[in-house]
């Protein structure tokens, strides 16, 4: 696979560390129900056969979190941009 | 050379190549194969098969031999299950034939084939289960060393492998017409191409065949193709290269044969080369593999696939028969019995099996040769093809004598890297054969692998395939005029098996895979095509089924009356030819399987004697032994005594550095550290443990405040890249607002620790004599900058992991070596030493210090004796989820101390906890032991373990066992802080 | 009915050109309802129909396949047995698949050359070493087989590793001998033949595509072959477990990983046993047919392709030449990937779940084949009795939420780490 980096262009996915679902958010720690929701957080996902938005790590590039949105069935990446942009995003809203 | 025809071909008569096979000498000439030279020395019989040790020729001329096996070159270069018909002729070249014993013209286990009826498809499910002891004594063992083919080399291979990149525009794959062709326009356009070809000769069938392109003949226009491809700056020609696969995102991978064709490869030169190209666009132009006939004893040695014959007449002047019958479904082999004629050769009889009106029309243009329409039945011979037995349409049956039977079924397309992304091709019913369908994102199909199967159409797709790859890069040209060709026909009606069969009628040659064996598996339901394929093992050969799987899937649907489409096929998986596996591993073996990284203080340790040990990708000194001292448990005891009353150094480099900076970082470090960094003053150093966020121990390290918004971290050594990543994900996607900044210094700085009662005295020697080493100015946990002697800058630390008055000194890395000498020169009079991982080790267990033994990912903060550092005060990783009720059980195992009850008793790592009446067995399993040491300051074995409820269990007795190795020992459970429980020392 | 398979039955048939052979299942068409249904034609969900109707004398029972059986992970993998486990949650079950194993040929009456070759997990400095120890007496405490090798023995065993010239030099390893390999299909089609001669409908091209539920739970499924009523539905569909849930409204700790395998060309025999080095992640055995069987890691990213890319295949390789540098011109053969049920702690779940009726066999990780049996068998007691089977009591799928992982590595709630 070929990820593309907005950063440093289309590079081998060798120079990039997986993580996973990008579309889990961690929950308030304060929360009267935060034990369930960490549970929910850290350990159950959708795993979709399809459309996945995940976590890539540039390690051999520049450092940055991607969110890289990739099909599951076939690896056809769609795109990928700076997790920062994404979820910053997220506290805006 | 019986064999060898006197004029043409693409050999160099001028160069002769003399080989061996089975030890005898022959000869052959520079552009033959193996397969050619042993045909010209009349060599016919050149393997056994698989199950039933058949004998074996040489079935085809390319990568889809399955017959014509062998084992190439010998000692550590021996390569077996070598195909004859893809080794390019040297001088030299050594081959043996294998499978066989004592001999391939006398092999014993050609007895298998009396008793076929019973080795029939999935015979082995049926049987051999009794006695069930019996199968790994008795029936294993046999079956194993009559099955597999050749004998792998016992030793390291000598030669070398590279890996390669490179990128372009277009690839077009396949040298042949169509691939040509499709390169042409390509280049011509100014895209960058890349044409590969797994021949030694680039131009495929342009070599083989005696056609016209524009008047001349088809191998001179190729010649001009490659000349003017080469003549072009951005083409890149890759002869011998096989792409293998198709990845994702336009990722094809290749092996190229750089010196296969030498007999040892030139001095710091590769034997073979793995390319990634990197293509835009792709033209597949792979051609279309002959398929054999189903009749009996199809497999004899001397019946060859009639495009095969072509091969050998025309490119390698070697007249495979010299009486050869026909047998052909398709127009295709006419064209081989004229080629047979016009080299010379006698051909007995065409045999045609389709409507006598097709027959005889085109008898009419080979007025010499007998042209039957009906079917070979059987071919007849000992270790080669002596007749044939024909039936014609019209009943009547001939024995036609014969030593080359020539068999055409048609033409599949070489579609396999077209599937390689998950595609299944589509049956063409109107011309019997699979066709590529959806196909991998910029792939086009040319030529013969589209099912294109005429010169002309391989050379118009070919053109028009190039022109729009080039023209999806953003290149544009023209289409050529199109070149004149001799007209030929594709015309064919399928005959997937004879109607009546003398003999075995092999599907799959290598496999030993009759029809018989079909439709036994059919009957006994193993209907899916997928089925079939693994009860029968059709296709799972060495040739992957090249010249089998269709006439596989062809029988199946017949034999289930359903079409052919609706049978499928299986999947075309990468590789599609073996790919030796010291060539896709390249340079990383032996030594260099994986980078050394060496601490700044190496050579320093080298110098010394040191004895090294792995630690992740690290070599780190072991100990430092001295004259007279012969293992490891004398030099250990005497510097961990040193530490422990001089002084000690000891390279700590490998400790993972991140210097965070920013307005915001004291927020970030909050956040990630478990415990309270708030209260942390500047030139002050604080421990500090991390959680993952499901609540367990993740990591454990220090943070040293080196100014208000500076802190630099440090991490284990295993954990020095997750821990980096990890900040990294937290601050780019949990709190991307704060500010703060961090990197890496892992590497930009030598850490060495000076540890003992004398380390202040040695380091007072070492640094700028205003720098204040006392208590009150630089106590224990302080931090700072400071000045060396010669003025250049440092680090200083006053931490301990040996419990000793201790500090760990910084320089920039490429100043470490000679830190660590000035330190090593300074102290010599305080009786400072080198010490190392083993004599760490037995200090930090002393003082009860946990490492990766104990932070092993299984264990919690409480576990290990950090509870109450746990802040309640905030929110960190792992905050939530750590307090959850299992993981701060005081019945979990948890950290404790243990020294043996016999003092002369040892202990080892991985023992486990029983209580001491209790039964050797699971119910009574309490824990294991962590970590253990021959304390020399004890004077007896300790070590640390993780025990249920063992804080609770001070001053108990305890088992530890080891039935492993048939040891156990009584402990005494402890604090796991075996020296200065107080710390005075540290603070002294 | 089937015949029974004997070197005297095969010499009969053989006499008469096998025509005598009865098909190893029917291919009936599903009935309206069954009591029981399983979702999955792989090793599990056969194995679990099988022991429904044998242990359980279930004689209503469906197993729904949406290929053909045994087209996934029991199809797919490197064949490798053992119960070389270190958790208390996993060994005693993995021992009951083990003895099962040992005793499976004559009870299905099916060859799946059971070979009991060992497994050597080597290892390569002191703190690999004491891992295994610890394993290692973690086994002898439940009963287990092994025994610790040093080096000498290992190049005794294996002369043709690198002992002079590693990068990571080999110290020694573990061996189960009872350890070993299986034919993969084999288990299947055994499997297969063994519950349909009980009766057990298999049904194959039928793919589940909803479930149907009340106020009392489930009540059936929806099928490409129309609707087929059952009270008791287990899902045995590691690879796909969370879109079949997710029919259930399930969301599971599971993600769906590329696994791929490798074989080479047929050889003469060279390794002995299984192997799998501790420098890497890399394991080796070799087939009956002769040809060197062997994987690695994940590729790493969550993927239903079934297929995966070069990165990996060349790790692998250059493990497999750096374990064994005589391999350097062995070529390799095939690659094949499979979807590994990868759950959160690396362990497999066997369970209830929130929807009465709707039981659950996932997550299996790398570790489904060796599981086969005592997966069925465990499987089908939940389905039978609605009570977790005692070896797999550990397998909750609320220990996620609890705290009480059975994470053999350490690896934490990272599913491509495990």
Same mark, same amino acid.
């Given at each position: ?10 590079r ?6 997986y993580?996973g679902?990008?579309?889990?958010? =961690?929950?308030?720690?304060t ?8 549970y929910d ?5 959708d ?5 996945? =938005? ?7 590039g ?6 890289v949105? =990739?099909?599951?069935r076939?690896?056809?990446i ?6 920062r ?9 | 050379?019986?064999?060898r025809?006197?004029?043409?071909g693409?050999?160099n ?17 520079a ?10 020395n ?5 393997g ?10 040489i079935?085809s ?8 096996l062998?084992e190439?070159?010998?000692?550590a270069r021996?390569e077996p299950?070598?195909r ?15 499978n066989?014993?004592p ?7 050609a ?11 999935g015979f082995y499910?049926?049987?051999?289960m009794?006695?069930a ?19 792998a080399?016992l030793?390291?291979?000598?030669d070398?492998?590279e ?5 372009c ?5 396949g040298?042949?017409p169509a ?10 356009t ?25 008047g001349?003949? &088809?191998a ?7 000349a003017?491809?080469?003549s ?7 002869p011998?290269?096989?792409?293998f696969?198709? #990845?994702?995102?336009?990722v ?7 010196? *296969?064709?030498?007999?040892v490869?030139?001095?710091f ?16 132009a792979?051609g279309?593999?002959?398929r054999?006939l189903? #009749?009996?004893?199809n497999?004899?040695?001397?019946v @060859?696939?009639a ?20 047998f052909? *479904?398709?127009d295709?082999?006419?064209t081989?019995a004229?080629?047979?004629?016009a080299?010379g ?11 006598p009106v097709?027959?005889s ?7 010499d ?8 039945n ?18 009547t ?5 014969c ?14 890297? $077209?599937?390689h992304?998950?595609n299944r ?25 589209n099912? *294109? ?13 190039g ?5 999806s ?5 023209? @289409?050529?005029?199109l070149?004149?060709v ?20 092999f ?11 079909v439709?036994?598996?059919?009957h006994e ?8 394929k693994?009860?029968?093992t059709?296709?799972m050969?060495?040739d ?9 899937i ?12 609706a049978?499928?096929t ?28 060496y601490?700044?203080?190496h ?11 792995e630690s ?14 012969t ?6 005891c005497?510097?961990?005594?040193a ?6 150094l ?8 991140? *210097?965070?900076?920013?307005?915001d ?5 909050e ?6 960094f ?24 220090t943070?040293?405040r080196l ?6 971290i440090?991490t ?11 900040m990294h994900?937290c601050?780019q ?12 210094v $892992?590497?930009?700085?030598a850490?060495?620790?000076?540890? +003992?009662p ?8 070492v ?5 204040d080493?006392?208590?009150?100015a630089f106590p ?8 060396l002697r ?11 992991f040996?419990g000793?008055? &201790?500090?760990?000194i910084?320089?920039?890395g490429?100043? +470490?070596?000679?830190?660590i000498r ?12 080198p ?9 930090r267990?002393e003082? +009860? ?8 990912g299984?264990?919690?903060a409480?576990?290990l ?11 960190f ?6 307090r ?11 950290l404790?101390?243990?020294? $043996? ?22 119910e ?6 962590t970590?253990?040491c ?7 074995w ?6 249920t ?11 530890v ?6 040891a ?7 604090s796991?802080?075996f020296?200065d429980?107080? +710390?005075a020392r540290?603070?002294? | 009915m ?13 006499l008469?050109g096998?025509?005598?052979w ?14 029981? %249904? ?5 090793g ?9 109707a044998k ?6 029972v469906?197993?729904?396949e ?5 087209? !996934? ?6 064949? %490798?047995v ?12 993995y ?7 040992e ?7 099916y ?25 290692g007496?973690?086994?002898?405490? /439940? ?5 610790l ?39 299947a ?12 409908? %298999?049904?194959q ?8 539920q009340?106020?009392?739970?489930v009540?059936?499924?929806e ?6 009523g ?8 590691a690879g796909n ?10 969301r ?6 590329l696994?791929?395998?490798?074989v ?34 994940l590729?790493?990213?969550n993927?239903y ?28 053969l ?5 979807i590994?049920?990868?759950s959160m702690d690396?362990s ?8 009465? !009726? ?8 790398y ?8 997966s069925?068998?465990?499987f089908? /007691? ?13 397998y909750r799928l ?5 705290g009480?992982l ?11 780490? /495990?």
């Open positions: 696979m070929r990820i593309p980096c907005p950063h440093c262009g289309p081998t996915h060798e120079e990039f560390t993580y679902d990008a579309t889990v958010r =961690r929950p308030s720690a929360g009267p129900d935060a034990e369930a929701a960490f957080y850290v350990y159950t996902r795993n979709p056969c399809g459309l996945h =938005r995940e976590l890539w790590f540039h390690q051999g520049c450092h940055e979190w991607l969110v949105e =990739r099909d599951t076939n690896h056809d769609k795109g990928a941009v700076p997790a942009s994404v979820f910053s995003a997220d506290d805006a809203t | 050379m019986s064999s025809i006197a004029q043409g693409a050999i008569r001028q160069q002769v190549c003399r080989f061996t096979f089975d030890g005898a000498g022959y000869s052959g000439y552009g033959d194969s193996l397969a050619s030279a042993l045909l010209a009349d060599i016919r019989l050149v056994r098969s698989f199950k039933y040790h058949r004998p074996r020729g079935l001329a390319g990568s889809e031999e399955p017959n014509a062998v190439l070159r010998s000692g021996r299950n070598t004859a018909t893809d080794i390019e002729l040297y001088d030299g070249l050594e081959a043996t034939s294998q066989r014993w001999s391939l013209k006398f092999d014993v286990q007895i298998n084939g009396l008793f076929s009826p019973l080795f029939v498809a499910y049926k049987t051999f009794w006695p002891s019996f199968w790994e004594k008795v029936y294993e063992p046999l079956i194993r060393r009559a099955a597999g083919l050749g004998r080399a030793e390291a291979d000598p070398h492998y890996k390669s990149w490179a990128h525009d277009v690839l077009v794959i040298a042949g691939g040509l062709a499709a390169a042409l326009t390509a280049a011509r100014g895209a960058r191409v890349i044409l590969a070809d797994e021949n030694f000769v680039l131009g495929g069938r342009c070599l083989a065949e005696r056609r016209t392109i524009d001349q003949p &088809a001179d226009w190729a010649a001009q193709a490659i003017e491809l080469r072009m700056p951005d083409v890149r020609l890759f011998r290269t096989t792409v696969g198709v #990845f994702d995102d336009g094809y991978g290749a092996v190229e044969r750089v010196n *296969d064709h030498l007999p490869p030139p001095e030169q590769p034997r073979q080369r793995v390319w990634r190209f990197i293509a835009k666009q792709a033209v597949l792979s279309a593999i002959e054999p189903v #009749f009996g004893n497999d004899l040695p001397g @060859m696939l495009g095969a014959v072509r091969t050998y007449l025309n490119r390698y002047a070697v007249l495979p028969g010299r009486r050869a019958v026909v052909t *479904d398709n295709d082999g006419w081989t004229a080629d047979l004629v080299a050769g006698q051909v007995a009889a065409i045999v045609d099996s389709r409507e097709i027959v029309e085109l008898a009419r243009r080979f007025p040769i007998q042209a039957i329409a009906g079917e070979v059987g071919a007849r011979g000992g270790r080669h093809v002596e007749s044939v037995e024909v039936t014609s349409r019209t009943g049956s001939h024995r036609i004598d030593n080359l039977v020539a068999m055409s079924g048609g033409w599949s397309p070489t579609l396999h890297l $077209t599937s992304k998950g091709p589509r049956w063409d019913e109107e011309r019997s054969i699979f066709v590529p369908d959806m196909l991998p994102t910029g792939m086009r199909v040319a030529g013969a692998a099912g *294109d199967m005429t010169l002309g159409e391989a050379l118009v797709t070919g053109f028009r395939q022109l729009t790859a080039a023209a890069c953003g290149f544009s040209g023209s @289409m050529p005029a070149p004149r001799t007209e030929e026909s594709a015309r064919r009606v399928p005959l997937w098996r004879v109607r009546q069969a003398l003999g075995k009628c599907v799959d040659f290598q496999n030993d895979v009759t029809t018989d064996d439709e036994l598996a059919e339901g193993y209907r899916s095509i997928e089925h079939l693994r009860y029968t059709l296709g050969a060495t992957q089924g090249k010249t089998s799987g269709v006439t596989g062809a029988l199946l649907a017949q034999r289930r009356s359903i079409p052919v489409a049978t499928g299986t999947t075309f998986r990468p590789p599609y030819t073996p790919v030796a596996m010291g060539a896709l591993a390249g340079h990383h073996r032996g030594m260099d399987f994986r980078p050394t990284r601490a700044p203080s050579r320093w340790a080298s110098e010394l004697g040191a004895s090294f040990t992740g990708p690290w070599l780190r000194a072991q100990w430092f032994p001295r004259a007279g001292e293992d490891w448990f004398e030099p250990t005497r510097e961990v005594k530490v422990r009353s001089t002084v000690g000891c390279d700590v480099s490998t400790l993972g550095k991140i *210097d965070v900076q920013g307005p970082a004291l927020k970030f470090i956040r990630l550290y478990a415990n309270n708030a209260t942390l003053a500047v030139g002050r150093t604080r421990y500090g443990i991390m959680l993952r966020e499901d609540g367990f121990m993740f990591d454990d390290g943070a040293a100014a208000e918004n500076r802190y630099l440090t284990t050594t295993a954990h020095a890249v997750q821990v980096y990543q990890h994900l601050h996607t949990l709190w991307p607002e704060l500010d703060v900044q961090f990197v890496s $892992t590497d930009q700085w850490q060495f620790a000076v540890a +003992g004398r380390s202040r005295a040695l380091l007072q020697r640094l700028d004599p205003r720098c080493l006392s208590n009150e224990f946990m302080a931090c700072g900058e400071v000045a010669n003025g250049e800058p440092a680090r200083l630390f006053r931490i301990s040996s000793e008055l &201790a500090y760990e910084a320089v920039p490429h100043r +470490g070596d000679a830190l000035t330190l090593h020169d300074a102290g010599q009079d305080l009786g400072v030493v010490y190392g991982l083993e004599a760490l080790n037995v200090l267990v003082k +009860g210090h946990v490492v990766g033994s104990e932070l092993n299984q264990t919690t409480h576990d004796g950090f509870g109450r550092m746990l802040s309640t005060q905030k929110d990783i792992g905050s939530v989820l750590g959850r009720a299992n993981l701060i059980d005081p019945a979990r195992p948890r404790v101390g243990i020294k $043996t009850v016999d003092r002369n008793a040892k202990l080892a790592g991985g023992m486990h906890f029983i209580p001491q009446h209790a039964q050797r067995s699971i009574h399993d309490q824990g294991h032991v970590s253990v021959y304390s020399p300051i004890l004077e007896q300790i070590g640390l373990g993780l025990l409820n063992g804080p609770d269990r001070h001053g108990e007795k305890v088992m066992v080891d039935p492993l190795r048939g156990e020992t009584l402990v005494e459970i402890c796991p802080v020296i429980p107080e +710390g540290l603070r002294g | 089937a015949n029974r398979y004997s070197i005297f039955s095969l010499l009969k048939e053989s008469r096998h025509r005598g009865a098909p190893a299942w029917r291919d009936p068409e599903p009935k309206p309802a069954y009591d029981f %249904i399983v979702v999955g034609g792989g599990h969900g056969l194995a679990t129909a099988y022991y429904l242990n359980h004398n279930a004689r209503n469906a197993v729904l949406k290929g053909y059986i045994g087209g !996934g992970n029991v199809g797919r993998n490197t064949t %490798i053992r119960s070389n486990y270190l958790m208390p949650g996993n060994i005693p079950f021992e009951l698949s083990m003895k099962l194993w005793g499976l040929e004559q009870d299905l009456n060859n799946a050359m059971i070979s009991q070759r060992g497994v050597l997990n080597l290892f390569h400095n002191d703190s690999q070493r004491d891992a295994c120890v610890r394993r007496n973690a086994m002898h405490l /439940h009963g287990v087989d092994g025994e090798l040093n080096r000498e023995q290992v190049r005794k065993l294996l002369p043709m590793a690198d002992f002079d010239n590693a990068r990571f030099p080999i110290m020694g390893g573990l061996m189960q001998r009872r350890g070993g390999t299986v034919r993969h299909d084999a288990v089609w055994g499997f297969a033949r063994a519950a349909d001669s009980l009766g057990v409908d %298999i049904i091209n039928c793919e589940v595509t909803g479930i149907r009340d106020d009392n739970g009540t059936g499924v099928t490409t072959r129309g609707f087929i059952s009270r008791r539905i287990g899902m045995a569909c477990t969370s879109r079949v849930a997710s029919l259930a409204g399930l599971l700790p599971i993600e769906s990983h696994l791929q395998a490798f080479s060309e047929g050889l003469k025999p060279l390794v002995p046993c299984v192997v799998t080095f501790g420098a890497g992640h890399f394991y080796i055995s070799q087939s009956d047919k002769g040809g060197l069987v062997f994987g690695g890691n590729d790493g990213y993927s392709a079934q297929r995966g890319n070069l990165p990996l295949v060349e790790e692998v390789c250059e493990e497999g030449v750096a374990l064994f540098p005589c391999l350097s011109r062995v070529r390799m095939r690659s094949w990937g499979g590994m049920d990868m690396g497999p779940i066997i369970d209830r779940t929130a929807v009465d !009726g709707l039981y659950l066999n996932a997550g299996w990780c570790g489904g084949f060796k599981a086969t049996p005592a069925g068998w465990c089908a /007691h939940l389905l039978a009795t609605d009570q977790p089977h005692e070896v797999a009591r550990a609320d220990r996620f939420a609890t009480r059975i994470d053999e590595n350490g690896s934490g709630a990272h599913p491509n780490r /495990h």
